[in-house]
Structures are given as structure tokens and as C-alpha cells.
């Protein structure tokens, strides 16, 4: 499959046919899945079933992604140089999807029962799952840019895929804890919950390798020789370096809140049975219904600008909810809706953004280098999101903590339930608000961009990038 980079080649600028949409959006409900339910369910499975200290499994769930920093772009870099008969990314849909979906149904295989060597194995199984969607991922996020050179049509792709990643995170999110509930919960209730978020993985692999066959292969054009000099081109691309620093920190933050939803509705809201589902429900329901609508923010304001609202729609109503134990549940579940309208936002803004920056990326250097730029990216959001557990428990540790083996949370005390509460709100809260700080050094606008891309030749067989200027955004413009 693998051979020396080669080739040329440039994205269509035409719009891509709605079944290709569809298609490669289904890859979300893969990537929607492994990205929700182990920040959602991992830790209370060690705390509350396994009897894993908190501290303890804090680590347990943070290190194994941490890998990833190191993997993916590795993956990229594979990726960037595979030839074959489907194109140099959608091998990787199949085969890493798959490879995806029985790694994951491991994890809670549970065959060590409770104790330290569950603990242990849960954490090598966590690994060898974020490996696989290493390459699962990093060819999935970097087709865009290779599919589409027009910049609308970037948008108009995140905006399928994140309307299918809502869709997977509420069928995972809210699903998988009725899934593990019904089946008797504790040891058992978590391994059915495991195999059937492994068919919901398996399917949308599957779908966006299937959907995705009419669509341009995109040519991966000629790239750097190794992989430490495409790291050090990314590292020169300016507006990739903001906009990669500001997702981590704000991935860190959605996923303390996903980690610590079962210790919110268990000792804020009382309520551990429907408490998650409803929590899911409200934080996703609300961003199916806004994401037309925040592509016409997009649309009027720019991404740029709309990408800091939604980092605020996103924070604000979280420092709220701080007043959860004296709000009622009604007005409660409205302020999560709220986070969930910001969260749409965020995500599409975020994605389409980082299209721009490969194309930029592509045009100053005349090499198309995706699979580093979406290396480097899913690496970071990995490890945001595999830092929000790990935060989160550490708060849970500091707080005073109580784990237990029998499946349920045992009681705790007022410093513990004080930190389930501050770890869900007050901290994310923070995290993502003052992460769109460091939004400040993108300056990568649709009028740059139209400068550069006619001008700039192709180096050494790469290729230039066109686009089309008639659909680009009115206004796009930088912080002050």
C-alpha cells in the first residue's frame, strides 16, 4: 500500500455532490463515539466499579491518550505517503475503523474483575484503542483539504460532519449509560455498554469508507523528506499555532465537563439513573438545531469572530451552574442546552478553520502536506481530551473522594461534592473562555488567503491550490 510520495494534483473548487457530504460526515459517529463515552463513562468505571483510587485512575485515563501526541503524527506522516487503488486516506477509514471498534469493546471486557490488575489492563487495552484511532482519525480529518479547494465548501463539510458528531454524541452519550444500566450495570452492564458502542464505531467506518468512494481521491502531493521537517514547517505556520494551542485547551475543558457528568447527576442532581441521559439530551439536542444557524454566523461574522462567541456561549453559562445545588432541574438542564449550542459552534468553526490553515499552508509552500497539519491536530485534541479526565480526577483526588468495587457511588463527603461541582463548572468554564486568548495571532483571513493562492508557484512538483473567491465570507477578521 505504502510507496514514495509522489504525484500532483489540485482539489476540484466545484461543490462536492450531497451523498459525498453524507458520507464522509458518518465517519463522525466513529470519532463521536471513542471522543464521548470513555470521557463520559472511562473514569466512573474505574472509580465506581473497578475500586480504582481516583488519583490512580486520573493517570490511568490520561497517559494511554497522551501516547497519542506521539502517534498521530506518525499516523499522518504514513498517511501522507500512502498510494493505492482507494486513495491515500480511505485504507485507513476501513481498516483502522475496525481495528477501532474490537479494540474499544476490549476496554471493558473486564477479565481481571476489580482491582489492580484491572486497573492495569484497562489502561494497556486504552492504549493499544487510542493507537488504532490514531490512524483512524488523522486520515479522516485531513480529507477535506484534499477533497475541496473552495472555502465555503470546507464549511459546508463541517458543517454535515458536525451535525452527524452531535448525533453521535447524543446516541453514544446518552445511549451507552441506559445500555450498561439495563444490562444490570457493574462488571456486566459495562461490557454489553463496550460492544455497542463498538457496532456504532464499526458502522461509521464502514459508511464513510462506502460514502466516500465517488469522491476525488485527492492526490497527496510532494512533501517534506522527514517527519521532523514537515513538524517544523507546521511549527513556521503561524495561524496553525494559534488555533491548534486554542482547541487543545478548550478540548481539556469539554472534556472535564463529559468526565464529570455521572459524579454531577449523582451527587448535584440525585439522580444516577436518568440524570446522565438527560444531561446528554440537553447538551446535544440544542446543537442539531442550531447548526444551520451558526453557518449563517459564520457566513456574516467571519469564522474567526464566530468561533470566539461560541468559546463564550460555550463558558459562560457553565460558570452558572455553579448555583446548580440551589437551581431547579429545570433551569439547570437549560443552561447545559445552552453549553451544547456553544459546543455546535465551537466544533465547526474550529474544523473549518483548520482546512484554511492547511490550504495557506499548502500555497506559501507549495507542498500538501494534510496528514502532518491533521497529525499534529488530532494529537492535541486527543490529549485535551484525555487531560479533561485526567483533571477532573485529580480534582476528585485533592477534593477527598471516596471509590468503590460495588458498581454504585458510595457517599461522600461536603469537600467531594463541592469538587464533582466546581469540576464541572467552574473549571471548564475558565479553561475555555480564556483559551480564545490565544486566538490573538490569527490573522488568516479570506482576503489573505486570496492574495496567496493565485501568486504562489508549486515548489518542486508540489502543487498550488486554487479557490473560489465569489462564495467566501464577507468579513473575517482578527481579534484587536
Given at each position: 500500500?505504502?510507496?514514495?510520495?509522489?504525484?500532483?494534483?489540485?482539489?476540484?473548487?466545484?461543490?462536492?455532490?450531497?451523498?459525498?457530504?453524507?458520507?464522509?460526515?458518518?465517519?463522525?459517529?466513529?470519532?463521536?463515539?471513542?471522543?464521548?463515552?470513555?470521557?463520559?463513562?472511562?473514569?466512573?468505571?474505574?472509580?465506581d466499579t473497578l475500586g480504582v483510587a481516583?488519583?490512580?485512575?486520573?493517570?490511568?485515563?490520561?497517559?494511554?491518550?497522551?501516547?497519542?501526541?506521539?502517534?498521530?503524527?506518525?499516523?499522518?506522516?504514513?498517511s501522507d505517503r500512502t498510494r493505492s487503488r482507494w486513495g491515500a486516506r480511505r485504507p485507513y477509514l476501513l481498516f483502522g475503523g475496525l481495528a477501532l471498534a474490537v479494540l474499544f469493546g476490549s476496554i471493558f471486557a473486564a477479565p481481571f474483575g476489580a482491582g489492580p490488575a484491572a486497573?492495569?489492563?484497562v489502561a494497556v487495552a486504552f492504549l493499544a484503542t487510542a493507537t488504532a484511532f490514531a490512524f483512524f482519525q488523522v486520515p479522516y480529518?485531513?480529507?477535506?483539504?484534499?477533497?475541496?479547494?473552495?472555502?465555503?465548501?470546507?464549511?459546508?463539510?463541517?458543517?454535515?460532519?458536525?451535525?452527524?458528531?452531535?448525533?453521535a454524541i447524543l446516541v453514544a452519550g446518552a445511549v451507552a449509560p441506559l445500555v450498561r444500566d439495563a444490562a444490570g450495570g457493574g462488571v456486566p452492564g459495562h461490557r454489553w455498554m463496550g460492544v455497542f458502542v463498538a457496532a456504532l464505531i464499526a458502522v461509521g467506518a464502514v459508511g464513510a469508507f462506502l460514502g466516500t468512494r465517488s469522491a476525488p481521491h485527492g492526490t497527496v502531493g510532494e512533501n517534506e523528506p522527514s517527519l521532523r521537517a514537515q513538524l517544523a514547517v507546521a511549527g513556521r505556520n503561524r495561524p496553525f499555532r494559534a488555533l491548534l494551542l486554542c482547541f487543545v485547551v478548550q478540548s481539556a475543558g469539554v472534556a472535564t465537563i463529559l468526565a464529570g457528568v455521572q459524579y454531577f447527576a449523582d451527587h448535584v442532581l440525585g439522580d444516577s439513573l436518568t440524570g446522565p441521559t438527560v444531561l446528554f439530551v440537553c447538551f446535544v439536542g440544542p446543537a442539531l438545531v442550531v447548526m444551520p444557524l451558526w453557518s449563517r454566523v459564520g457566513a456574516r461574522l467571519g469564522k474567526l469572530a464566530a468561533l470566539v462567541a461560541a468559546s463564550l456561549i460555550l463558558s459562560l453559562p457553565g460558570l452558572a451552574l455553579v448555583a446548580a445545588p440551589v437551581l431547579p432541574a429545570a433551569m439547570v438542564y437549560l443552561l447545559v442546552g445552552l453549553i451544547g449550542v456553544g459546543y455546535a459552534g465551537q466544533q465547526v468553526f474550529a474544523l473549518a478553520m483548520l482546512a484554511d490553515c492547511i490550504a495557506y499552508d499548502t500555497a506559501r509552500t507549495g507542498r500538501r502536506q494534510a496528514g502532518v497539519f491533521t497529525g499534529?491536530?488530532?494529537?492535541?485534541?486527543?490529549?485535551?481530551?484525555?487531560?479533561?479526565?485526567?483533571?477532573?480526577?485529580?480534582?476528585?483526588?485533592?477534593?477527598?473522594?471516596?471509590?468503590?468495587?460495588s458498581g454504585t457511588a458510595a457517599p461522600q463527603s461536603d469537600s467531594a461534592r463541592l469538587g464533582v461541582l466546581l469540576g464541572f463548572t467552574v473549571?471548564?468554564?475558565?479553561?475555555?473562555?480564556?483559551?480564545?486568548?490565544?486566538?490573538?495571532?490569527?490573522?488568516?483571513?479570506?482576503?489573505?488567503?486570496?492574495?496567496?493562492?493565485?501568486?504562489?508557484?508549486?515548489?518542486?512538483?508540489?502543487?498550488?491550490?486554487?479557490?473560489?473567491?465569489?462564495?467566501?465570507?464577507?468579513k473575517d477578521t482578527a481579534i484587536p
Amino acid at each position: 500500500m505504502n510507496a514514495p510520495p509522489g504525484g500532483s494534483g489540485s482539489p476540484p473548487s466545484t461543490g462536492l455532490p450531497r451523498g459525498v457530504h453524507a458520507g464522509y460526515a458518518l465517519g463522525s459517529l466513529a470519532t463521536g463515539a471513542f471522543g464521548t463515552v470513555p470521557g463520559l463513562l472511562l473514569l466512573p468505571y474505574l472509580t465506581d466499579t473497578l475500586g480504582v483510587a481516583a488519583g490512580v485512575a486520573a493517570l490511568l485515563v490520561l497517559l494511554p491518550k497522551a501516547w497519542d501526541v506521539l502517534v498521530n503524527p506518525v499516523a499522518g506522516r504514513i498517511s501522507d505517503r500512502t498510494r493505492s487503488r482507494w486513495g491515500a486516506r480511505r485504507p485507513y477509514l476501513l481498516f483502522g475503523g475496525l481495528a477501532l471498534a474490537v479494540l474499544f469493546g476490549s476496554i471493558f471486557a473486564a477479565p481481571f474483575g476489580a482491582g489492580p490488575a484491572a486497573g492495569t489492563y484497562v489502561a494497556v487495552a486504552f492504549l493499544a484503542t487510542a493507537t488504532a484511532f490514531a490512524f483512524f482519525q488523522v486520515p479522516y480529518v485531513a480529507m477535506p483539504a484534499e477533497l475541496t479547494s473552495d472555502y465555503a465548501e470546507r464549511t459546508r463539510m463541517m458543517t454535515w460532519r458536525i451535525a452527524v458528531l452531535a448525533l453521535a454524541i447524543l446516541v453514544a452519550g446518552a445511549v451507552a449509560p441506559l445500555v450498561r444500566d439495563a444490562a444490570g450495570g457493574g462488571v456486566p452492564g459495562h461490557r454489553w455498554m463496550g460492544v455497542f458502542v463498538a457496532a456504532l464505531i464499526a458502522v461509521g467506518a464502514v459508511g464513510a469508507f462506502l460514502g466516500t468512494r465517488s469522491a476525488p481521491h485527492g492526490t497527496v502531493g510532494e512533501n517534506e523528506p522527514s517527519l521532523r521537517a514537515q513538524l517544523a514547517v507546521a511549527g513556521r505556520n503561524r495561524p496553525f499555532r494559534a488555533l491548534l494551542l486554542c482547541f487543545v485547551v478548550q478540548s481539556a475543558g469539554v472534556a472535564t465537563i463529559l468526565a464529570g457528568v455521572q459524579y454531577f447527576a449523582d451527587h448535584v442532581l440525585g439522580d444516577s439513573l436518568t440524570g446522565p441521559t438527560v444531561l446528554f439530551v440537553c447538551f446535544v439536542g440544542p446543537a442539531l438545531v442550531v447548526m444551520p444557524l451558526w453557518s449563517r454566523v459564520g457566513a456574516r461574522l467571519g469564522k474567526l469572530a464566530a468561533l470566539v462567541a461560541a468559546s463564550l456561549i460555550l463558558s459562560l453559562p457553565g460558570l452558572a451552574l455553579v448555583a446548580a445545588p440551589v437551581l431547579p432541574a429545570a433551569m439547570v438542564y437549560l443552561l447545559v442546552g445552552l453549553i451544547g449550542v456553544g459546543y455546535a459552534g465551537q466544533q465547526v468553526f474550529a474544523l473549518a478553520m483548520l482546512a484554511d490553515c492547511i490550504a495557506y499552508d499548502t500555497a506559501r509552500t507549495g507542498r500538501r502536506q494534510a496528514g502532518v497539519f491533521t497529525g499534529l491536530w488530532t494529537a492535541g485534541e486527543t490529549f485535551g481530551l484525555a487531560l479533561g479526565p485526567g483533571i477532573y480526577g485529580l480534582v476528585l483526588a485533592v477534593s477527598g473522594y471516596v471509590s468503590s468495587s460495588s458498581g454504585t457511588a458510595a457517599p461522600q463527603s461536603d469537600s467531594a461534592r463541592l469538587g464533582v461541582l466546581l469540576g464541572f463548572t467552574v473549571l471548564p468554564a475558565l479553561l475555555i473562555s480564556l483559551a480564545a486568548l490565544l486566538l490573538r495571532p490569527y490573522d488568516l483571513t479570506p482576503t489573505r488567503l486570496a492574495a496567496l493562492i493565485p501568486t504562489t508557484p508549486p515548489a518542486d512538483g508540489g502543487v498550488a491550490v486554487e479557490a473560489e473567491i465569489g462564495q467566501l465570507p464577507a468579513k473575517d477578521t482578527a481579534i484587536p
